[in-house]
């Protein structure tokens, strides 16, 4: 590279090139290795779907599912050879639709776990509502799509968990991974770094930092994170790292010299990104909106103000709830026999809480308290240890059994049974006031349990952190997660609220 020869722009941190001095720099993606990975893949998929398929012929028809339903007996797997064929073809067309052989899944597990279930569920369905269309001979069995859709999510994902252990453990999977470069360093930036990379998750790995425009750090980079330079040589340190990506924090610079630092990346072949700071809750319902031509970012619908999500939502939650009343209701009457044991007065403690867009309603609990809870003070946090509770109400809130009642308000639409806890508005009045984004939690429904709650963030805990789980779960809803939670729940137990 030869010295550059520059002239200086009045009021401009970066030097304006009076002739070309870079050598071209060619895009390195995607290159051969990423290629046959991602021939790999497909190859490793189309063989665990063909035997999957085939062993589904043989659990289907060669054991004593054989006599279950009308099947016909004189079926070879010759004769089914044609079902078999087409059967593949649908499912290598829907891992195509459903991106499993997108470079970003290679390292990440979940999302890619995630994309074989879909897959798998789909196939169910649309292959046999083709077969019945297409009328194929010999009828296609509707148990045979079953059994052959759960067997190819088995051997799917253990092909799959095979080949994602292989990238994470040899070199080869440095391919895959974006060479990151920051400009300038925030609290986000170090949030970003820990979503995607480590655990189940490597996608990137990150070069460096270099100084904002007025060499000033918003918050000091990690030691592990070298720091490349100033400003003015950032395109000096971008070819120097071989970057694949910069992302800029916003108010790292002014926006003339941000444009310019975008055209530097496109000169480069970078991919260029910028965090938008004010915009730090919600990011995955950013939505880009074009009115009377004017390019307007906001946020968009969360997944649970769709109506399908909202009415399935709830049909589950109030079958959920018969189910629990049903299931804990002898539960729920022994405690208040031993209440009523314990202390005098009302055994169904009511409590104002702020539910779905701010409306109060009366949460329903066992009373687990003295009736004097609350005369020496005003309303507050519950704490280990509480003087205030009842004997056998220490043992309810260390199992929660004091919140079962609360199935009849899921039955009464003023909760769910996954969502944000909800707060008393005594309290609330100064948490919208002092927490960012607090009363985004009210765009949904409250529930029962939720995604904080599991984490362990539950009574006298770090409110703004609770908020942080809240949001992440409104913003990532599906149905899915909602089963897991629930299930996790029995699990983990950190008090109560």
């Not at 009076?18 to 497909?42: C, D, I, N």
């Not at 994602?164 to 925030?186: D, I, M, P, T």
């Not at 009457?333 to 009302?346: C, D, Q, T």
Request: hydrophobic share 45%; aromatic share 10%.
């Amino acid at each position: 590279m030869k010295p550059a020869k520059t002239v200086p722009l009045e009021g401009h941190p970066l030097e304006v090139e009076e002739k070309p001095q870079y050598e071209l720099r060619a895009r390195k993606r995607p290159g051969l290795v990423h290629q046959k990975m991602v021939v790999t893949s497909f190859m490793g998929d189309l063989v665990a779907i063909v035997i999957a398929l085939c062993v589904g012929y043989f659990v289907r028809f060669e054991t004593f599912l054989g006599t279950v339903g009308v099947a016909d007996f004189n079926l070879t797997l010759q004769s089914y050879g044609g079902h078999l064929v087409f059967g593949t073809v649908v499912m290598v067309a829907l891992a195509i639709n459903y991106r499993l052989y997108d470079p970003k899944k290679f390292l990440t597990f979940r999302p890619m776990a995630k994309a074989v279930f879909q897959v798998c569920v789909s196939w169910s369905v649309l292959f046999l509502s083709l077969a019945l269309v297409l009328k194929l001979d010999p009828a296609i069995s509707r148990i045979y799509c079953i059994v052959a859709g759960n067997i190819a999510m088995v051997t799917l994902l253990g092909w799959r968990y095979v080949f994602y252990s292989v990238l994470r453990s040899f070199s080869w999977g440095k391919a895959l991974r974006q060479k990151v470069v920051f400009l300038g360093w925030n609290e986000e930036c170090a949030s970003a770094v820990n979503r995607m990379s480590g655990g189940d998750v490597d996608l990137i790995e990150v070069a460096g930092v270099i100084k904002p425009q007025d060499g000033n750090f918003e918050e000091e980079p990690p030691q592990e994170v070298p720091i490349l330079g100033s400003f003015a040589d950032l395109r000096t340190s971008l070819r120097k790292e071989d970057a694949d990506m910069l992302i800029a924090v916003n108010g790292a610079a002014d926006r003339a010299a941000l444009m310019e630092v975008s055209e530097i990346c496109g000169r480069e072949f970078i991919d260029f990104k910028l965090v938008p700071s004010c915009f730090q809750v919600l990011v995955s319902s950013l939505k880009l909106e074009n009115v009377n031509g004017m390019p307007l970012l906001g946020v968009g619908t969360l997944p649970l103000h769709h109506a399908f999500n909202s009415i399935a939502k709830r049909t589950f939650d109030i079958i959920g709830a018969l189910a629990g009343l049903a299931i804990f209701g002898p539960v729920i009457g022994l405690f208040m026999a031993l209440v009523r044991m314990e202390s005098k007065g009302p055994l169904v403690y009511k409590q104002v809480r702020l539910g779905q867009d701010g409306k109060p309603f009366e949460i329903l609990k066992i009373r687990s308290m003295k009736l004097d809870a609350e005369s020496t003070g005003g309303p507050g946090w519950t704490v280990k240890d509480d003087p205030r509770c009842l004997k056998v109400g220490a043992l309810m809130r260390r199992w929660n059994i004091d919140e079962l009642p609360q199935f009849f308000n899921v039955l009464r639409g003023e909760m769910s049974l996954v969502g944000p806890r909800p707060e008393r508005p005594e309290l609330i009045h100064d948490f919208k006031e002092e927490i960012p984004h607090y009363n985004l939690r009210h765009n949904i429904k409250p529930g029962l349990t939720g995604w904080a709650q599991i984490n362990g963030l539950r009574g006298d805990t770090c409110l703004t952190t609770r908020v942080k789980f809240d949001l992440h779960y409104m913003e990532n809803w599906n149905f899915l997660w909602d089963l897991r939670i629930m299930a996790l729940t029995f699990f983990k137990r950190s008090g109560a609220c």
